[in-house]
């Protein structure tokens, strides 16, 4: 932790105790309600140190908390030693477990501040009613920690460009007149959008602003005949400017939103969504005839067209190429023991392999490569000073993942340096069961993502061991690495957990197993969810499995397996050398085949 976070601690402790606040609370999100901010929005990472992408810092008089999920734990624990941040943990990701916290042990009387810029509308509602049964009252109009980071990061300045219609597959013109429709049917005269993802997706638009995602800094208001885009203008290149102006997409500056949101006409009808508009600019609509509801464009995007189908799988055979490469470096490395390489050293590795494949575009997040016991720190992520070496004995697990102009991937595996012990076959093979289980899935459509879930523990529970995350998350077409709203999870309190699966929805299928201290498991895919006869009208929906790339099946426990388990893995390796082989030839070939011969 630094000493100017430190300072600004204190300061903040002043600040609360002149404004007589008993606690404000810190969120780790933008105000777009984005899970991965830019560097000016990254309050809770200057203040408190920790730089997970999901958490909630409280600070009183006397306790300085940070709250975030089992995905976070250990590396919460590591950052936050020797600092005056405490770790809270949360028992179900999600959710709000500091406000029940603060509500407990706050007197009747108190007073909570928190900046309304960052909090939705549904989230400030939530707080209220859970402190009014307490007599305590939120003021959700403090920016407090604002002026005391005097170096804090401008907003980006990265330039917005367009997606090809080759890869997008339906015209900007074309998704706002279907949002159109929509609205009109909601009679609704404009649609107000503040996620980032949604923005790009809606206006075929892609961008640079934060690390990992393909995302500009906007927002966007949709009218019966035109939009306005809230976007600084020296990111539009002139060409892409004239284009957005023949589409009636009308430009705006970003500071002006607020403003543009309070001069609209009292007689009209504005639709949102309270979960991500932010209280500060609500307060900017409340002479409008506001209509709360559904997302709009977010169950729209969530459901892959043909040719984002099509360019997601093009992207998965690059990605497998790409991962042939990295580890067989990594092989190789292990073979020369005065140079092994480190955690570090082999997600670089495979970054290199990934911008050599055709419209590639960045990593789709920071590598995942934990040896060891550092597998077992869910979201680890190593870097250059201290990253562990990796030798030839133990377990490695690589979460990794890339952004293409076709799509986004993720991908987890887990594999064997050395002879595995008879304990990590086991725990190995549980994972792969239960993998295995959603990946054969067939479900009556309305079944719920949280219905699914238990179905990648069951082998796991019979054991009685778990995995402290989700089982999966919805992916973007060359976009956010993690897409609400569908998933698996085994909670009520996320979408992933409550949405229903439909045609078209891609997620991640990625159960665990960690065990503190010594090693971690995952094996990772992504699954696209299809009918499961080819008419529409199909009452019954499976998953296609989409990633490319061999199971160690060093790991594997035969015996644990039954045939029908056995079957859909030498299937599965029989597609991925079927995909992969055309675009390999030589020693990377002769690899692959080996990597996927039948058990």
């Known amino acids: 932790m630094s000493s100017s976070s430190i300072e600004a601690l204190k300061a903040l402790r002043l600040v609360l105790q002149h404004q007589g606040l008993a606690a404000y609370i810190i969120p780790s999100n933008d105000p777009h309600q984005s899970e991965y901010a830019p560097a000016h929005w990254k309050l809770l990472e200057w203040i408190s140190g920790f730089t997970g992408s999901a958490g909630t810092v409280v600070i009183t008089a006397t306790e300085a908390q940070v709250w975030t999920d089992g995905r976070y734990f250990l590396q919460a624990e590591k950052e936050l030693q020797d600092s005056p941040f405490q770790l809270k943990k949360q028992q179900v990701a999600n959710a ?24 939705s509308i549904q989230q400030v509602r939530h707080i209220e009613k859970r402190f009014e049964a307490k007599g305590i009252e939120l003021d959700a109009q403090l920016d407090l920690l604002g002026p005391l980071w005097p170096e804090r990061p401008a907003l980006p300045q990265a330039l917005v460009f367009e997606q090809d219609m080759y890869f997008a597959g339906v015209s900007r013109a074309d998704k706002l007149r279907d949002i159109r429709v929509e609205m009109k049917q909601q009679k609704s005269a404009y649609h107000l959008v503040c996620t980032l993802e949604d923005i790009a997706w809606v206006l075929n638009l892609r961008g640079n602003d934060v690390p990992f995602n393909p995302v500009f800094v906007a927002y966007l208001i949709i009218g019966k005949s035109e939009a306005w885009l809230f976007v600084d203008s020296t990111k ?40 991500t508009c932010s209280l500060q600019l609500y307060y900017q609509l409340d002479h409008l005839r506001i209509k709360e509801g559904e997302h709009l464009i977010r169950n729209r995007k969530a459901l892959k067209n043909h040719a984002e189908q099509y360019h997601l799988k093009t992207a998965m055979r690059k990605d497998g190429v790409a991962l042939v490469r990295a580890f067989r470096w990594l092989e190789a490395a292990l073979q020369q023991e005065d140079t092994y390489p480190s955690e570090y050293d082999f997600a670089q590795k495979i970054a290199a392999c990934r911008t050599k494949q055709a419209d590639y575009f960045s990593e789709s997040f920071s590598a995942i490569v934990g040896y060891n016991a550092n597998g077992a720190i869910i979201h680890y992520r190593p870097n250059p000073e201290d990253a562990a070496l990796i030798q030839p004995q133990g377990m490695l697990l690589v979460d990794s993942g890339g952004q293409y102009l076709d799509g986004t991937t993720d991908i987890t595996r887990t594999i064997a340096l050395s002879e595995p012990s008879a304990q990590q076959r086991l725990h190995f093979t549980l994972v792969l069961k239960g993998m ?20 990648a523990r069951q082998h796991l529970w ?72 080819p008419e529409e009208s199909s009452d019954f929906l499976h998953f296609e499995t989409l990633t490319l790339f061999p199971i160690d099946v060093k790991l594997i426990d035969q015996s644990l397996l039954d045939a029908a388990e056995i079957q859909w893995l030498n299937d599965y390796h029989q597609k991925v050398f079927r995909e992969l082989s055309p675009l390999l030839e030589g020693a990377e070939l002769q690899w692959l085949e080996e990597k996927c011969q039948a058990i």
Do not use: K
């Not at 719920?448 to 238990?454: F, H, K, S, T, Y």
């Open 436 to 455: 295995i289980a959603l990946s054969r899935a067939i479900f009556p459509q309305g079944t719920v993502g949280i219905q699914l879930d238990a179905l």
């Open 462 to 533: 019979q054991h009685q061991l778990n995995y402290n995350h989700g089982t999966g998350h919805g992916v973007g077409a060359f976009l956010s690495v993690h897409e609400p709203p569908q998933g698996f999870a085994s909670n009520l309190s996320t979408s992933r957990g409550t949405t229903a699966l439909l045609p078209g929805h891609l997620c991640s299928n990625e159960p665990g197993c960690y065990l503190p201290g010594e090693y971690g498991i995952r094996i990772e895919n992504l699954i696209l969810c299809a009918a499961q006869t």
């Open 96 to 119: 709000p477990e500091h406000i029940e916290w603060l509500a407990e042990n706050l007197p009747a009387g108190s007073v909570v501040g928190c900046d309304g810029q960052l909090f």
């Open 236 to 275: 539009i290149p002139q060409t892409l400017y004239e284009q957005l102006q023949q589409d009636g997409v009308r430009l705006m500056p970003y500071s002006t939103i607020e403003f543009f949101c309070s001069t609209l006409s009292d007689r009209q009808s504005i639709l949102i969504d309270p979960g």
